[in-house]
């Protein structure tokens, strides 16, 4: 007698959570509200439960020469960084950049400890109490997007300012946000329009950012946004860990993304429905099989990850001669 083969479909999850749920019909619980539970699970919850070696792999893009900072958040389909943040579930060292490893951190104040924001000050004009155009070359170059202020004083004593939006814009400071301008931040050529006049004798300053390009040593991760220092002088191949999110169900016939799972979502989107009807002793006669399928889901990874030798200062010296112990053969 032929032996069945074993199913872990999107079908057979559904089948199994009405099981759990006492729901054996559609009238008691539609396929479509099955489905949105599973998904909710699996995309959701399961992620932030279990972290899966399965789920890890290689993010790799590319930085533009004198360009430091990099949003997740684009709107533009054709940027590397479109959808990054609802594909990946974090970022792991180590961080690799042109080949070289490079310093990884996630606290902007380390950063910003390692790379100081002091801003050098140049006088680029003084007022009349009438002119509100300047224009010229600033003496620093090149300059830090989102780090520039022309400034000065009118005849009432009032600051009058200019600032610039990290696109090579020069705009009234929020909340008016007007472009009056504009700044090349590679040769630190400007042009500009104050919305009102500095006063006669008034100093008119540019406060800016300078740098040096090079080859970047450190990554910060900071607001949903990759920060590297030093800024870039060309472009360079960067890629880290990233924790995958499961892709949802799409049709019946998916399985997940490790067969294995298909148990653990069944019981997490049966104590989903459970909790929505709020029969929790329902939920509490599933939880001891809930929590052993989560053990069996997560001991995969636990036996993955002891295949791993753990980090010492014994392990640099066996890598670097490529034998143990440090001991080579010649």
């Not at 902007?108 to 924001?117: G, I, S, V």
């Not at 004009?125 to 509100?132: E, I, K, L, R, S």
């Not at 022309?150 to 472009?179: K, Q």
Request: aromatic share 14%; with cysteine; net charge negative.
């Amino acid at each position: 007698m032929p032996v069945t083969q074993a199913v872990s479909n999107l079908q057979q999850i559904m089948t199994k959570v009405r099981k759990l749920t006492y729901a054996p019909t559609g009238s008691q619980l539609s396929d479509s509200d099955i489905q949105q539970y599973v998904n909710t699970f699996y995309i959701y919850d399961m992620p932030m439960h279990l972290r899966q070696w399965n789920l890890r792999e290689t993010f790799t893009w590319v930085c533009e020469p004198f360009v430091d900072t990099y949003s997740i958040n684009p709107t533009d389909v054709t940027n590397q960084f479109y959808g990054f943040i609802n594909k990946y579930n974090a970022v792991y060292m180590p961080v690799y950049i042109g080949g070289y490893q490079a310093y990884y951190t996630q606290s902007r104040q380390e950063l910003f400890n390692m790379y100081p924001q002091v801003r050098a000050l140049q006088q680029i004009g003084q007022g009349d109490g009438v002119n509100t155009f300047f224009s010229g070359t600033l003496q620093y170059s090149p300059i830090t997007q989102n780090s520039i202020l022309f400034d000065s004083v009118t005849t009432a004593n009032t600051g009058t300012s200019v600032v610039d939006d990290g696109l090579g814009n020069l705009i009234i400071p929020p909340p008016l946000n007007t472009i009056v301008g504009t700044i090349n931040y590679v040769t630190g050529a400007y042009a500009f329009q104050f919305a009102v006049a500095p006063g006669t004798g008034n100093p008119v300053n540019a406060q800016v950012l300078p740098y040096v390009a090079a080859r970047p040593q450190t990554l910060c991760f900071y607001d949903n946004t990759f920060i590297l220092r030093p800024i870039p002088d060309q472009p360079y191949q960067i890629n880290f860990e990233v924790d995958l999110l499961p892709t949802q169900f799409m049709d019946t016939s998916d399985n997940p993304m490790v067969n294995q799972w298909w148990q653990y979502i069944a019981y997490g989107a049966a104590k989903k429905v459970l909790e929505d009807r709020r029969d929790m002793d329902a939920v509490q006669q599933i939880m001891p099989e809930y929590e052993k399928q989560e053990s069996l889901v997560e001991r995969r990874t636990l036996i993955q990850a002891a295949n791993q030798r753990s980090q010492t200062i014994y392990v640099a010296q066996s890598i670097a001669s490529g034998n143990w112990g440090g001991w080579g053969f010649y």
